[in-house]
């Protein structure tokens, strides 16, 4: 059955000609676009993606590939295979939410995401902030949800009360994270850099 990690494959497999200038968090961030834009033309997807032109191309050639995307003249969609992936994706993470002015990471555009049930997989949340780095984002705070509070491992078990922001209630209302989810805020110098390195911090954790 398709799943998240045969997709991730696609951004491992050697390709003919240059090297791809995308990875695991640039091929999801694809993804992702098409999925929640049903049709999305090549430029559009580049712009939103973060990606390319050339690397727009070759995301698409290897979906297609696979099996999980198609192409019409309106632009690029996903297959029924793409669709099943897409929806055990969106069991997995919460969508993306935009944030701005919080003082929780460093970044002029942040972008919140919850992991479900990924708790269990945080250590001190390095990971995830060298994942997000990487991508050239500015940084990530990552948090988990234990006895209904934002808490981080080995540090503060209540953050509302001792980081007040009002950052936080829009995390809960709009993740709407459970206990044992982690959560994960990325800040960057552009929203689409932003998302990305959410969801690069994000693939540590599964």
Same mark, same amino acid.
């Given at each position: 059955?398709p799943?998240?990690?045969?997709l991730l494959?696609?951004?491992e497999?050697p ?6 200038s ?11 676009t098409? +999925?929640?834009s049903?049709?999305?033309?090549r430029h ?10 050339g ?6 050639k290897?979906?297609r590939?696979? +099996?999980y ?7 690029c ?14 069991e997995?993470?919460?969508p993306?939410v935009?944030?701005k002015?919080s003082s929780?990471?460093?970044?002029d ?9 990924a708790?269990?997989?945080m ?5 995830q ?5 990487k991508v050239?984002?500015?940084?990530a705070s990552?948090?988990?949800m234990k006895? +209904?509070?934002?808490s ?6 209540d ?6 922001? %009002? ?5 809960r209302?709009?993740?709407?994270p ?6 994960i805020?990325?800040g960057?110098s552009?929203?689409?850099?932003a %998302?990305?390195g959410a969801l690069?911090?994000?693939?540590t954790?599964?």
């Amino acid at each position: 059955m398709p799943s998240l990690a045969s997709l991730l494959q696609i951004s491992e497999r050697p390709i003919q000609g240059p090297p791809a200038s995308f990875d695991r968090a640039h091929l999801l961030l694809a993804f992702m676009t098409i +999925g929640e834009s049903g049709v999305i033309g090549r430029h559009s997807l580049a712009v939103r993606s973060g990606l390319g032109e050339g690397a727009v191309r070759t995301v698409i050639k290897k979906l297609r590939e696979d +099996g999980y995307a198609g192409t019409t003249a309106s632009g690029c969609h996903l297959t029924p295979a793409g669709k099943r992936v897409f929806k055990s994706i969106q069991e997995e993470f919460s969508p993306t939410v935009s944030l701005k002015g919080s003082s929780l990471t460093v970044g002029d555009f942040q972008v919140g995401i919850a992991v479900r049930g990924a708790a269990r997989n945080m250590r001190a949340g390095l990971e995830q902030r060298d994942a997000a780095v990487k991508v050239s984002a500015t940084g990530a705070s990552t948090y988990v949800m234990k006895s +209904g509070k934002f808490s981080i491992p080995g540090g503060s078990s209540d953050c509302e009360k001792d980081f007040p922001s %009002k950052t936080w209630s829009a995390l809960r209302e709009q993740l709407k994270p459970k206990n044992g989810d982690a959560v994960i805020l990325c800040g960057a110098s552009d929203e689409t850099t932003a %998302k990305l390195g959410a969801l690069s911090a994000t693939l540590t954790l599964v």
